[in-house]
T-cell receptor, first 114, second 114 residues
Framework: DSGVTQTPKHLITATGQRVTLRCSPR?????VYWYQQSLDQGLQFLIQ???????AKGNILERFSAQQFPDLHSELNLSSLELGDSALYFC?????????????FGPGTRLTVT | GQSLEQPSEVTAVEGAIVQINCTYQ??????LSWYQQHDGGAPTFLSY????GLEETGRFSSFLSRSDSYGYLLLQELQMKDSASYFC???????????????FGKGTKLSVKP
């Protein structure tokens, strides 16, 4: 158990809908990272937050957004969902911005868009 | 942009030694991390190399050559439980304000046979 929690574990929704994925980092970790994992693309970095502020952006679509709250939990919002958004979404955390090389991953949320 | 290359699959027998190579092309390089992911599980951190040379952690070792843009993960005394996917990830600067983010390779699926 990494100490990172993610909810829900599974999510099934229809195209065009909007969903919110939630992540709580390990106690004491200030950085939160979001990743998308699909069979053909591997683990794709989406976005990083550090202590409530956006720190870095990867391959995040404009239909996706995220935020980190004062209690350090984070939410990833996916809107206007398409079939291709079906994937495993991981949240990870690290102690600080300078420790991004050692990230602790949550169990993931499996999103299925039908 | 960044690119990483690692073999898609490797097969070895229990007790053997296996080396998983990773070559990368990137800018703003800080170091190379390795992660293990069992089927249906979350990635877990194995090792990080910021400097050239070999880092050893139990049965696992990781090597980096910055001049060759090359690294490898060495697994010794293979056990059945080592069957998993192994990802190399380069730590790079994506954003001016960030101290580096991980960009993952597509992973190497290791199968350990009895």
């Amino acid at each position: 158990d990494s100490g990172v929690t993610q909810t829900p574990k599974h999510l099934i929704t229809a195209t065009g809908q909007r969903v919110t994925l939630r992540c709580s980092p390990r106690s004491g970790d200030l950085s939160v990272y979001w990743y998308q994992q699909s069979l053909d693309q591997g683990l794709q970095f989406l976005i990083q937050y550090y202590n409530g502020e956006e720190r870095a952006k990867g391959n995040i679509l404009e239909r996706f957004s995220a935020q980190q709250f004062p209690d350090l939990h984070s939410e990833l919002n996916l809107s206007s969902l398409e079939l291709g958004d079906s994937a495993l979404y991981f949240c990870a955390s690290s102690v600080g911005d300078g420790h991004s090389y050692e990230q602790y991953f949550g169990p993931g949320t499996r999103l299925t868009v039908t | 942009g960044q690119s990483l290359e690692q073999p898609s699959e490797v097969t070895a027998v229990e007790g053997a030694i296996v080396q998983i190579n990773c070559t990368y092309q990137t800018s703003g390089f800080y170091g190379l991390s390795w992660y293990q992911q069992h089927d249906g599980g979350a990635p877990t951190f194995l090792s990080y190399n910021a400097l050239d040379g070999l880092e050893e952690t139990g049965r696992f070792s990781s090597f980096l050559s910055r001049s060759d843009s090359y690294g490898y993960l060495l697994l010794q005394e293979l056990q059945m439980k080592d069957s998993a996917s192994y990802f190399c990830a380069v730590r790079v600067e994506l954003y001016g304000g960030s101290q580096g983010n991980l960009i993952f390779g597509k992973g190497t699926k290791l199968s350990v046979k009895p």
